[in-house]
T-cell receptor, first 113, second 114 residues
């Protein structure tokens, strides 16, 4: 049973527009949520995280929103740039430092010029 | 500062053999985790080590094992290899104290079992 789901395998967005990547989870014990970006032949790169006590966290062009009641989080990228084309993974953890991350299967974001 | 280093980058092994993969974390990081990435299952957690102790383990058979040395370097071992063990194995390090910087991943070891 998948505890972290990314229901869109791919997403195409025009350069300069907003990219919104979505993630749903089923485990109400998850306390920390992270987004990673992955290019082919490289390991995932950490983008941004949020803990369950917050509903929003911003870092430059990246904002993560958490809706605990809906068990849903989203990553907003504004404005989208060609270098943002990559696979984005949502991940969650029950207790930081003592549990591994549970990953979604990823969304391939394609930024169109 | 140097990132997470995994060796070797590529490996081809025969069914039934065993393999050892190595990971050197970022200097000062005491937590090392291992993940398996396959097209069908995505990224799955294998285990995590902190200060030479296994802190948590994912849902993998006992053929998968690991250890961590006093300098925080970690090794992962897979015995009696099966075709289904073909995957990208990723190592990640963390200071272990805060999620604000997440885990830093290495580029992985691509294992092919034939």
């Amino acid at each position: 049973d998948q505890q972290v789901k990314q229901n869109s395998p791919s997403l195409s967005v025009q350069e300069g527009r907003i990219s919104i990547l979505n993630c749903d989870y089923t485990n109400s014990m998850f306390d920390y949520f992270l987004w990673y970006k992955k290019y082919p032949a490289e390991g995932p790169t950490f983008l941004i995280s949020i803990s369950s006590i917050k509903d929003k966290n911003e870092d430059g062009r990246f904002t993560v929103f958490l809706n605990k009641s809906a068990k849903h989080l989203s990553l907003h990228i504004v404005p989208s740039q060609p270098g943002d084309s990559a696979v984005y993974f949502c991940a969650a953890s029950e207790s930081w430092g003592a549990d591994g991350l549970t990953f979604g299967k990823g969304t391939h974001l394609i930024i169109q010029p | 500062k140097a990132g997470v280093t995994q060796t070797p980058r590529y490996l081809i092994k025969t069914r039934g053999q065993q393999v050892t993969l190595s990971c050197s974390p970022i200097s000062g990081h005491r937590s090392v985790s291992w993940y398996q990435q396959t097209p069908g299952q995505g990224l799955q957690f294998l285990f995590e080590y902190f200060s030479e102790t296994q802190r948590n383990k994912g849902n993998f058979p006992g053929r998968f094992s690991g250890r961590q040395f006093s300098n925080s370097r970690s090794e992962m071992n897979v015995s009696t290899l099966e075709l289904g063990d073909s995957a990208l194995y990723l190592c990640a390090s963390s200071s272990g104290t805060t999620p604000n910087y997440g885990y830093t991943f290495g580029s992985g070891t691509r294992l092919t079992v034939v």
